[in-house]
């Protein structure tokens, strides 16, 4: 299986903030990179795809890159809502689509 | 708007079966991948099964392969996951989630609310 590692694990931001959370996969996998939001007792939500893609309806704050084995999700200026739990997921051919760990995200 | 919830969720002792739902609306159901995921209490997500549009090809993780099985009945809208031998490690909220195509692209555009499933005696 591809191994994910996602840092930080845990994060304190202001609103306002840039942030950025990277996620490394134990091999190349392109851009089949995939970025979810996850609220506490909420199902995830997709932000980005295909490592760079917005979801339709996502802000344009939060935005996605790299390629290979090293990918960032960025968000240019957090907001109130923006606090939650991120998680990356590679889709390359190769099953199963893994996740990382996951970052949480929390007020300062 | 698309839809999918989940149901079927319980507390079930060790070795025991149960059978989750995923009813869908909202789309052509028919069109799209579906797939479960889990998520153990406090931790994080865990890709479980996924099935094609058609349901003819069915894809499992290692750590439920031979124990849950995935279906579909497309004249229905919904996804099913009949689990069975079932340990306590399998104690998650499941979720089912869209696929963004017909094919696996492991892109999952819309998730359901998830339903419990708790392994206990």
Redesign the interface.
Known sequence: DIQMTQSPSSLSASVGDRVTITCRTSQSIGS?L?W?Q?KPG?????LI??ASSL?SGVPSRFSGGGSGTDFTLTISSLQSEDFATY?C????ST????????TKLEIK | EVELVESGGDLVQPGGSLRLSCAASGFTFSSYALTW?RQAPGK????VS?TSGSGGST?Y??SVKGRFTISRDNSKNTLYLQMNSLRAEDTAVY?C?KD?AWA??????Y????TLVTVSS
């Not at chain 1, 997921?89 to 390359?92: D, F, I, L, M």
């Open positions: 089949y995939n979810y996850q909420k199902a995830p939500k997709l795809y295909a979801q998680y997921q590679q889709s390359y099953l199963p689509y893994t996740f990382g760990q996951g | 995921v994080g997500l865990e890709w996924a894809f993780a290692d979720y989630a963004r696996l692209t492991g892109i999952y555009d998730w359901g609310q998830g």
